[in-house]
Each structure stands twice: as structure tokens, then as C-alpha cells.
């Protein structure tokens, strides 16, 4: 059963930076796409980001030109920077990897901004 393990989450100042990351136990084939969610408190899970297996890349609006999404293909690895957090980015953070007849979820990591 592959597993992801998400860390990098904590406390932070707004304006700060912290960057996660996911990690698959082993190996994914087939993989479409490799996206991070994030859930806030009585809100529902919404897409942050997302890269495809061809390098197609999306961000949500309200994350553009502050958080940046990559992989680490060797390491079977998916890396969330985020830059000049706000306290709405306050969410536990979720690792997802869709793949062909799969679809793989991480426990989450909190993210909480504030001063």
C-alpha cells in the first residue's frame, strides 16, 4: 500500500515562508497528476496546486505568484513553496497523486499564519 508523508508544515508569521513536502513510499507509475490541496476549518478541501505528469502546471488564484509547486521525480517527491503567507492560507495541507486507477492522499500537515 503506497503511503505519502507529507512534512514542512508549522507555525509561521504572515509574510513568511514555509515549504512542503511529499513523499511517496515507493514508486507511482502512471501518474496524471501531483497536487496539493488545502482544507481550512468549516470550509470545504479546495485545489492549491497541481502538476502533471507533462509538466503542465495550475495554481489556484488566490495562491499566484506566492506559492510554487515542483517534483522530484527520482524521489517519488512533490514540493509545495509558499512565500508571503497570509492567515487565510491557515489550512492543514493535503499531498494528492492521481494516477491511472489510483488516487493516493497524504494524512496532512497543518499550516497555521499568524503573528
Known amino acids: 500500500q503506497v503511503q505519502l508523508v507529507e512534512s514542512g508544515g508549522g507555525l509561521v508569521q504572515p509574510g513568511g515562508s514555509l515549504r512542503l513536502s511529499c513523499v511517496a513510499s515507493?514508486?507511482?507509475?502512471?501518474?496524471?497528476?501531483q497536487n496539493w490541496y488545502r482544507q481550512a476549518p468549516g470550509k470545504e478541501r479546495e485545489l492549491v496546486a497541481s502538476?502533471?505528469?507533462?509538466?503542465?502546471?495550475y495554481y489556484a488564484d488566490f495562491v499566484k505568484g506566492r506559492f510554487t509547486i515542483s517534483r522530484d521525480v527520482p524521489k517519488n517527491a512533490v514540493l509545495l513553496q509558499m512565500n508571503s503567507l497570509k492567515p487565510e492560507d491557515t489550512a492543514v495541507y493535503y499531498c494528492?497523486?492521481?494516477?491511472?486507477?489510483?488516487?493516493?492522499w497524504g494524512q496532512g500537515t497543518q499550516v497555521t499564519v499568524s503573528s
Open positions: 494528492n497523486i492521481h494516477s491511472t486507477g489510483n488516487n493516493y
Open positions: 515507493e514508486r507511482i507509475d502512471s501518474i496524471i497528476t
Open positions: 502538476i502533471s505528469s507533462g509538466g503542465y502546471i
